[in-house]
Antibody, heavy 119, light 109 residues
Framework: EVQVVESGGGLVQPGGSLRLSCAVS????????MNWVRQAPGKGLEWASY????????YYADSVKGRFTISRDNAKNLLFLQMNSLRAEDTAIYYC????????????WGQGSLVTVSS | SSELTQDPAVSVALGQTVRITCQGD??????ANWYQQKPGQAPILVIY???NRPSGIPDRFSGSSSGNTASLTITGAQAEDEADYYC????????????FGGGTKLTVL
């Protein structure tokens, strides 16, 4: 059974940092690209970042570029999102989603991790 | 433009057929994928590619595409289909990896 579990969310002050983790099981993690997708309260889905299976290709949405860093540890089946210089508008549920390689087909999602940026 | 446009809200009578659309230039080059999201839950994939359903998705869900418009059709809508529906696709402009539509709130009357 495929499992995707995010952790690391919480309350952080504007300008602060937070690191999200996503632990996966039930499939060969090293064969799949992964994404972070976020959803602000009451809003729609917004793709944030992509990382290929080998970490050789990485993309970011303009809204997070230069502040967020995606990475992965294939030996430990872990995906990460390092978030720096956080802003109020980064407040959202952050979902980790598996991606059929370079297809944009997000076939498995975690339950999400809430990040709240507020003073 | 790399945007995908969806109607904010659509309603359907119980047991009737409803079509939810998604428009954008990227859909001329890539298929749309469709996700269902119920309140307080993570999205789930319901249609991908030309017209494929993941295991466990009822066959009343189907997808189609023409030009710059993709459609999700629910034939015989059920009360449990009431949810938000999002489309996404690769971004043909190359500016981003993927783009999502703004979502459509489906109400089953």
């Amino acid at each position: 059974e495929v499992q995707v579990v995010e952790s690391g969310g919480g309350l952080v002050q504007p300008g602060g940092s937070l690191r999200l983790s996503c632990a996966v099981s039930g499939f060969s993690f090293s064969r799949y690209s992964m994404n972070w997708v976020r959803q602000a309260p009451g809003k729609g889905l917004e793709w944030a970042s992509y990382i290929s299976s080998s970490s050789s290709t990485i993309y970011y949405a303009d809204s997070v570029k230069g502040r967020f860093t995606i990475s992965r540890d294939n030996a430990k089946n872990l995906l990460f999102l390092q978030m720096n210089s956080l802003r109020a508008e980064d407040t959202a549920i952050y979902y980790c989603a598996r991606d059929e390689p370079s297809s944009s087909i997000f076939d498995y999602w975690g339950q999400g991790s809430l990040v709240t940026v507020s003073s | 433009s790399s945007e995908l446009t969806q109607d904010p809200a659509v309603s359907v009578a119980l047991g009737q057929t409803v079509r939810i659309t998604c428009q954008g230039d990227s859909l001329r080059s890539y298929y749309a994928n469709w996700y269902q999201q119920k309140p307080g839950q993570a999205p789930i994939l319901v249609i991908y590619g030309k017209n494929n359903r993941p295991s466990g998705i009822p066959d009343r869900f189907s997808g189609s595409s023409s030009g710059n418009t993709a459609s999700l059709t629910i034939t015989g809508a059920q009360a449990e289909d009431e949810a938000d529906y999002y489309c996404n696709s690769r971004d043909s402009s190359g500016h981003h990896y993927v783009v999502f539509g703004g979502g459509t709130k489906l109400t089953v009357l």
